[in-house]
């Protein structure tokens, strides 16, 4: 079965830290760009950034250019997203989610990962 | 990096069809084929239900289906359903600079 499973949120305070997995399985996970979209607490989809099969190609939203970094290891099947510098507006829930032709970048995701909360509060 | 705009509620009885538009503009929705449409019920992951504009995954009823003019796509469901009861997002590839961008999303309601 195709699966993504997120892991890796919490409550941290602003200005903290936090890195957020997803672990892959039912796929060959190394021929499929990635990408994170987040969902604040009852608010629309926003895409965060992407990354290319083999890790050499990158993409930011501006909200989070500079203080967000994608990363993926193609031997353990996982995608990474490593936060830094973060705020109360980027409480939400990650999702990961996985391109659905290998290749195109055709903003068409076919499997999401349930997603992990992330609550940034004093 | 603007959000594609769709109404934010849209409403129709049983059997009947309801359609949801997304406007962007010509580098986003109208540059490129590659809008998808994905639907979300409260709590529950997204799912995709049309890609590239029209097409839609294997196991997606074709009650629901997809066009594009201009800067705007539609989504339009036929033969309204309960379980047809859910949010929905359109999204579009941007070009290199923005990449990806998410519409605004619709409350659709089953009367």
């Known amino acids: 079965e195709v699966q993504l499973l997120e892991s890796g949120g919490g409550l941290v305070q602003p200005g903290g830290s936090l890195r957020l997995s997803c672990a892959a399985s039912g796929f060959t996970f190394s021929s499929y760009a990635m990408s994170w979209v987040r969902q604040a607490p009852g608010k629309g989809l926003e895409w965060v950034s992407a990354i290319s099969g083999s890790g050499d190609t990158i993409y930011y939203a501006d909200s989070v250019k500079g203080r967000f970094t994608i990363s993926r290891d193609n031997s353990k099947n996982t995608l990474y997203v490593q936060m830094n510098s973060l705020r109360s507006e980027d409480t939400a829930i990650y999702h990961c989610?996985?391109?659905?032709?290998?290749?195109?970048?055709?903003?068409?995701?076919?499997?999401w990962g349930q997603g992990t909360m992330v609550t940034v509060s004093s | 990096q603007s959000a594609l705009t769709q109404p934010p509620s849209a409403s129709g009885s049983p059997g009947q069809s309801v359609t949801i538009s997304c406007t962007g503009t010509s580098s986003d929705v109208g540059g490129y084929n590659y809008v998808s449409w994905y639907q979300q019920h409260p709590g529950k992951a997204p799912k995709l239900i049309i890609y590239?504009?029209?097409e839609r995954p294997s196991g997606v009823p074709d009650r629901f289906s997809g066009s594009k003019s201009g800067n705007t796509a539609s989504l339009t469901v036929s033969g309204l359903q309960a379980e047809d009861e859910a949010d929905y997002y359109c999204s579009s590839y941007a070009g290199s600079n923005t990449f990806y961008v998410f519409g605004t999303g619709t409350k659709v309601t089953v009367l």
């Open positions: 989610a996985k391109d659905k032709n290998s290749g195109s970048s055709d903003a068409a995701f076919d499997i």
């Open positions: 590239e504009v029209s």
